[in-house]
């Protein structure tokens, strides 16, 4: 095996193609009418630091525009482009939207294969390696800058470091997430449960779920996934935040140590001892949303924004949903999405778009973040996703957003209160998961499942998974 | 009928192979029923109960509240009728590309013999063992950027109708069917001065009625079964298949809407098959004794 | 209506017609003129397919191989040599698809090669009903298989499924079925079986009817009972037809993809349903490693190869 650097990009779950996708629509809002703060310097150099020239005559083509199924989403994105033509003029946004979620993995993987990708195009932060490997991205380090995104110094180192390799920036976030815990406050309240003080360890989960459990009619006190690697997904997520690793700095398997087998050795005791687990499983993501949308469901591990997919989708509401910190609490899974730039244009064109990036997803108060015109617009406030700003930029948007909160964001304090660390995914992300689904649909279908055989054999395939070349 | 079968007429004749012979016969269409047609009655009728009915434990053998409803519901909120235009447009396209291409190719192998048409006839009939499902890389890799053309298919009809003229099992088909055909009908024909074209158009297709239904129900079936190659190659949700489409929203549904749906998406084809049942039985044992 | 299909075909090569053999010797001037006329006449009837062919099946299969040799590194493609098979052969799940593959195939020849022709002997007994009876058979093969899928997998929930339901009237134990390793194969084999066995069915059915009575007779007179009635004429006489449906059941088994991605997300409980197919599947379109998907392809496309071989020559062999 000759090790030439080949990296396997991690394609992403359907999971979150939904869920993200879902949250841009909903939470695209746009800029108030204030314009002229773009402060853009004279002078035609073409160095790329300098911020474009206003008169500029180009045309941006762009993904992911809210379909016109979403009215009120795409009267906010024509909103931004004329606020963002009042600096600019000259400028075109040629926007493109889909009628289902932005981005599908087939579909962007054909994109980027046939190189048809806009000039700024939707992906989602662990979809980088895969446009590398096609020469897909821009490297826009230089074009970015506290000049050209004034925010800059207040987004989330954590989140700006997934979005570069090598220390070249190829992406500019839109959303993010961190995983939590995630509750169905009616069914907390039937089983005599504080629907405001969700569990924060394991311990707690499993005596909740148990209660929830309780209640019969086949409903369950946590769910799980094992199918469609998502089980290996949440597997990593529970393991990080009991303070694990999937893979050590080493390079090596390292989820076969005290702690993974007790996060394992807690999943099967929920199913088998307690059965509060419910009886079907190999379930992937949906399933679980669904099962928490008709009161099935008393947890799951999840992101804010799976709320809205079951509010929007699956017709529930948002009152009946809180969130708390991930179990734990050492760390947790993130992820998010982002706007990447296409190789190959022109200066000017990539100048221009991170300008308009800046104005529609990168500066509190305009934009995705203009939550007193996303509440006039009827659309939900208050989901504590996105969530990428630190410092000052975080307390003036924190504000905002509690000001025009359109559903009872204390639901979330729990979540929010407690933040945990973000964590990325292992390398080789989606392979290392399918070894990991087995452990999951193994503990969940099996009850003479045997851990640290399981554990053994999982850590074995997953050094041979990373040694693969 | 009365053909002589394994077990004696003689036997069914007498008083216990008589009683026997009607027992069995009734438990066997009694299994069968239940079998074959009691998983249909209950996707139709819990596609008429309320959610909480649905859920209900053990369940209701006859809904206690009919919701004709939830059939309404399904139909807008998963876009049934898109899905069902789609599929329709795919498969009569299908067929269309089919009957037009696949029949001239079968014609030309059968009856006009060109240079080097064994070779090609073999190349066709290589392709019969290839499994669909080793070339669905390399197929989805052609008809994202197609050579020479330099077109991406991927979202168009092309990428359904196209690949299903190669079922080089209809042109083995046609094209026995018209080795069959006595040469000298054609070459009465070519006497009075027909082109090939009317030839085939005048001669061949008319008598050719009966192979021609069943390759045209094998290309409709065909489309409409496919899972995985429209998955791949129509990802836009406003043009995938009845198929795809269902499955990517069935998490997304109430499970008695997704029943309602199920049963309206499993309609067509069934109506479809009773209507032409006898074509499709004799088309069916035919091509298979025959290969 | 007469449709010439029983016509016999001996006149395919009546003497002095122009048959348009390639080698045809005719003196007369003009005569090659017009060979080349009838060619470009009959090839302009093929070059639609075989324009479709070569871009939707032979070039593609060119490609299959061209792809499991290369490997795509920051946007270039380069040789790979045979490492997108050593990444295959080391993946920790190729022994297990196989496994499963295998043991699918194996269930799914017991089940859905033996059921169908027991429930064609039986119909064929049959002087009533029959028509009712084979359309029942043949009815879910109709369906849309998302339809026919989804439908079992809400009878196998383990917890409010019909299946367990039934179970529990007849004082049986209640079984997990896609939900454990040990059952999940088989479900699957049942779910596809009851969906596809129409076809064999009514196949089987035919090749009975051809079954000339007078071999039953004289076996009674050597008196014969039921099983030996079957076991030296009825399956000596459709013999042919069984192995070439054995056969095809065995390469569309082996490519076995939509029942285990519906019904158990693909890899199933412990991995247990997790087939050759899908492990294709997760290369390229999860992984986006479409080398190492070729490369699987390729491996099942020799296997299946020889299975087709292995046929060929049976069948051959037999034939002598």
């Not at chain 1, 841009?24 to 020239?53: I, M």
């Not at chain 1, 930029?393 to 209160?417: G, L, S, W, Y």
């Amino acid at each position: 095996m000759r090790s030439s650097g080949f990296s396997t990009p991690h394609r992403r779950r359907t999971a979150v193609t939904f869920v993200s996708a879902l949250t841009l629509l909903s939470l695209a809002a746009c800029g108030t009418s204030s314009s002229g703060d773009q402060d853009p310097a004279p002078g035609g150099s073409a160095d790329a630091a300098t911020p474009l020239d206003p008169k500029t005559k180009l045309t941006l083509t762009i993904d992911c525009m809210p379909p016109a199924a979403k009215k009120a989403e795409l009267k906010q994105w024509k909103e931004d482009v004329a606020t963002f033509n009042k600096t600019y003029p000259n400028i075109t946004i040629d926007g493109r939207s889909t009628p289902g979620q932005c981005l599908e993995p087939p579909r962007f993987t054909a994109m980027l294969k046939a190189k048809s990708q806009p000039d700024v195009f939707y992906a989602y932060f662990t979809d980088l390696d895969q446009v590398l490997d096609n020469d897909g991205a821009a490297d826009i380090s230089a074009y970015v800058n506290e000049k050209t995104v004034p925010a800059l110094a207040d987004i989330d180192p954590d989140v700006m470091k997934v979005l570069k390799k090598d220390d070249k920036l190829y992406a500019l976030p839109t959303s993010n997430y961190r995983m939590g815990l995630l509750i169905n406050r009616g069914l907390f309240e039937k089983a005599g449960l504080d629907p405001d003080t969700p569990p924060s360890t394991w311990e707690e989960v499993r005596e909740a779920a148990d209660k929830i459990a309780g209640l019969g009619k086949g409903i369950a006190g946590f769910g799980e996934y094992s199918a469609g690697n998502t089980g290996g997904w949440h597997y990593t997520a529970t393991v990080y935040g009991e303070g694990g690793e999937i893979v050590g700095p080493d390079g090596k398997a390292a989820f076969n140590d005290a702690t993974g087998k007790r996060v394992a050795q807690n999943l099967y005791d929920m199913r088998w001892k307690d059965d509060s687990m419910g009886k079907t499983q190999l379930l992937k993501w949906g399933d679980l949303q669904k099962q928490m949308a008709t009161d099935k469901l008393g947890m799951f591990l999840a992101a804010p924004d799976d709320i809205t997919y079951m509010v929007q989708q699956l017709g529930a509401d948002y009152a009946n949903f809180g969130m708390g910190p991930m179990p734990g609490q050492k760390a947790t899974l993130f992820g998010g999405n982002s706007y990447m730039i296409k190789k190959g244009i022109s200066s000017d064109k990539i100048k221009a778009a991170v300008a308009w990036l800046d104005l529609k997803t990168l500066s509190p108060g305009k934009g995705q973040f203009a939550w007193s015109r996303t509440k006039a617009d009827g659309l939900p406030v208050g989901l504590p996703q996105p969530a990428f700003f630190t410092g000052a930029a975080k307390e003036q948007d924190d504000k905002e957003r509690a000001d025009h909160a359109t559903m009872p964001v204390e639901n979330f304090r729990a979540f929010t209160d407690n933040p945990v660390d973000g964590k990325a995914e292992p390398p080789k992300a989606q392979e290392v998961y399918k070894v990991l689904d087995t452990v999951m649909s193994t503990l969940l279908t099996n009850k003479d499942a045997d851990i640290d055989k399981l554990l053994d054999t999982a850590e074995q395939q997953v050094n041979q998974v990373l040694a693969n070349q | 009928m009365t053909t002589r079968t394994l077990i004696s007429p003689a036997r069914l004749s007498r008083p216990r192979g008589r009683i026997l012979y009607w027992t069995v016969l009734f438990l066997v269409v009694a299994v069968f029923t239940l079998v074959f047609i009691g998983p249909l009655y209950w996707m139709v009728t819990s596609g008429l109960k309320d959610t909480e009915e649905f859920a209900r434990i053990p369940p209701t053998l006859v809904p206690d509240a009919v919701h004709p409803g939830n059939y309404g519901e399904a139909w807008q909120v998963m876009e049934l009728s898109q899905l069902l235009f789609n599929t329709l447009y795919y498969a009569f396209g299908a067929l269309a590309f089919q009957l037009v291409l696949d029949v001239a190719a079968a014609y030309s192998l059968s009856k006009l013999r060109p240079v080097l048409g064994k070779a090609i006839l073999g190349a066709m009939l290589v392709t019969l063992m290839i499994p669909a499902t080793v070339l669905v890389v390399p197929q989805y890799l052609t008809v994202l950027d197609l050579p020479v053309f330099e077109r991406n298919l991927l979202n168009t009809p092309w990428v359904i109708w196209l690949p299903s003229v190669t079922n080089a099992f209809n042109i083995f088909l046609l094209k026995r069917f018209f080795d069959s055909i006595p040469r000298e009908l054609l070459d009465a024909a070519a006497i009075d001065g027909a082109s090939p074209m009317r030839t085939l158009r005048s001669v061949v297709l008319p008598i050719s009625r009966p192979i021609l239904g069943v390759v045209s129900i094998f290309a409709v079936v065909g489309v409409w079964k496919d899972f995985l190659w429209p998955m791949l190659a129509l990802p836009d949700p406003g043009k995938q298949t009845l198929n795809v489409g269902i499955y990517s929203l069935a998490s997304g549904v109430p499970e008695n809407w997704l029943l309602a749906a199920l049963a309206m998406a499993s309609l067509p084809t069934l109506i479809l098959f009773l209507i032409f049942q006898r074509n499709i039985m004799s088309g069916l044992t035919a091509g298979g004794l025959k290969g | 209506m007469a449709p010439p299909t029983s016509t016999p075909t001996l006149t395919r090569r009546p003497a002095g017609t122009d048959d348009g053999a390639p080698r045809v010797k005719e003196p007369r001037q003009g005569a090659f003129a017009r060979a080349v006329r009838r060619n470009l006449t009959a090839h302009a009837f093929l070059i639609g397919a075989v324009l479709c062919f070569g871009f939707f099946s032979w070039y593609p299969m060119v490609r299959e191989v061209v792809l499991a040799f290369q490997k795509t590194e920051n946007g270039v493609v380069s040789w790979a040599g045979w490492s997108n098979f050593v990444y295959v052969f080391n993946d920790p799940d190729f022994a297990l698809a196989w496994r499963n593959t295998a043991l699918f195939t194996l269930l799914a020849l017991l089940l859905g090669f033996v059921v169908p022709f027991v429930i064609a002997l039986v119909l064929n007994e049959f002087r009533h009903a029959r028509g009712y009876l084979r359309l029942l058979v043949y009815l879910p093969v109709m369906l849309p298989p998302v339809a026919s899928v989804l439908l079992f997998k809400y009878f196998y929930d383990p917890g409010h499924g019909l299946f367990n339901r039934l179970l529990e009237l007849f004082g049986l134990p209640a079984q997990q079925w896609l939900q454990s390793s040990d059952t999940a194969m088989l479900s699957l084999v049942i779910a596809s079986t009851w969906m596809n066995m129409g076809g064999a069915c009514l196949i089987y059915l035919a090749a009975l009817q051809t079954i000339p009575g007078e071999l039953y007779e004289a076996a009674e007179l050597d008196g014969a009972g039921l099983l030996r009635k079957i076991w030296h004429v009825t399956i000596p006489q459709t013999r042919l037809i069984l192995s070439l449906l054995f056969l095809m059941q065995i390469i569309a088994t082996m490519q076995v993809f939509t029942e285990p991605f519906l019904l158990t997300g693909g890899a199933g409980p412990e991995g247990s349903t997790t087939t050759v197919v899908h492990l294709i599947y997760q290369y390229a379109f999860n992984f986006n490693n479409y080398g190492a998907a070729a490369a699987l392809g390729l491996v099942l496309l020799v296997v299946l190869a020889g299975f087709s071989a292995a046929y060929v020559r049976l069948n051959r062999a037999e034939q002598e």
